[in-house]
């Protein structure tokens, strides 16, 4: 039957506030480094019988450019605008067995350029030659952080990663496996009026049965680097064990990420860093 077309839809203005979401457009990962020694998708993944290793595309990869087929947002995308969408926990979005895959992802993430999107990858060498052909110097809207679990990762990682054309420079310490000397990184690497290229420091322990313990003073010591850079700088949990004044500290895994807040050491600009979805 031919659709009535009496009264046109009136458009409903949208309302709805920004989210916070975790975008896992693609599961599984190999290990590249002693700060995936006991990755938390493995250890999920093993104990229901799944092989972690391999990579696949999961069902939530159109997300967002997903649209609502009913209510009255209806035609409006699912993620609201100005959202915070996460991207890629359960893998590393420059994996290469996710090659074939990528185009389409950025191809959504140029469509949603009303939302962020922040991604954090291990595979710093690989991100040049997968970026989109617009790309130019970056897009506002996305950050790419690297990991940087000890200072053998952040001396292989950074003075490449720090090369690259992103708009939004972010290092992630965790989990945070040793003393990380960032001050050669800041004093290097600075825009044309001396603000730090890299914007946010996050710092965590390990979780898990087998976590490796984390030194409350090289917290503290990467904080006071960051203070003396003007560089955003987040304590993002704990890990299972922490070492404070010479006494280790077993941390229940549901305190982790309070017993950290409970610091208060997070400094100004953290506040993107801050609502990162808990493992
Ligand atoms: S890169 Fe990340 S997701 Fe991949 S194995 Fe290492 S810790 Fe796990």
Same mark, same amino acid.
């Given at each position: 039957m031919e659709q009535l077309m009496l009264f046109p839809d009136m458009a409903v203005p949208d309302a709805r506030a920004p989210e916070t979401i975790t975008w896992n457009l693609w599961h599984g990962c190999t290990k590249v480094s002693p700060g995936c020694q006991h990755c938390y998708m493995y250890r999920r993944d093993e104990s229901i019988g799944k092989n972690p290793a391999v990579v696949q595309k999961t069902q939530a990869f159109p997300l967002p450019t997903m649209k609502l087929r009913s209510g009255p947002f209806k035609g409006k995308y699912k993620v609201p605008s100005g959202s915070l969408i996460y991207t890629c926990f359960s893998s590393d979005f420059f994996h290469p067995d996710a090659d074939e895959w990528r185009p389409d992802a950025w191809r959504m993430i140029r469509e949603r350029s009303d939302c962020s999107f922040f991604m954090i990858t291990k595979r710093p060498e690989r991100i040049m030659q997968h970026l989109p052909p617009d790309w130019n110097d970056g897009w506002d809207h996305v950050t790419i952080a690297v990991t940087c679990e000890n200072q053998w990762a952040a001396d292989r990682r950074l003075p490449l990663y720090l090369s690259l054309p992103i708009r939004h420079h972010s290092i992630m $310490? %965790?989990?945070? =496996?040793s003393q990380v000397n960032l001050r050669p990184y800041f004093s290097a690497h600075r825009s044309g009026?001396?603000?730090? =290229? $890299? %914007?946010s420091v996050s710092v965590g322990g390990e979780s898990g049965p087998d976590a490796r313990p984390c030194d409350y003073a090289w917290v503290m010591d990467v904080r006071s680097q960051c203070i003396q850079n003007a560089v955003a700088f987040s304590y993002h949990q704990t890990g299972a064990r922490l070492i404070k004044d010479g006494r280790e500290y077993h941390i229940p895994r549901e305190q982790q990420h309070s017993q950290a807040h409970k610091a208060h050491l997070d400094i100004q600009g953290t506040s993107l860093l801050d609502t990162i979805p808990a493992e």
């Open positions: $310490i %965790e989990p945070m =496996l009026s001396g603000r730090c =290229l $890299i %914007e």
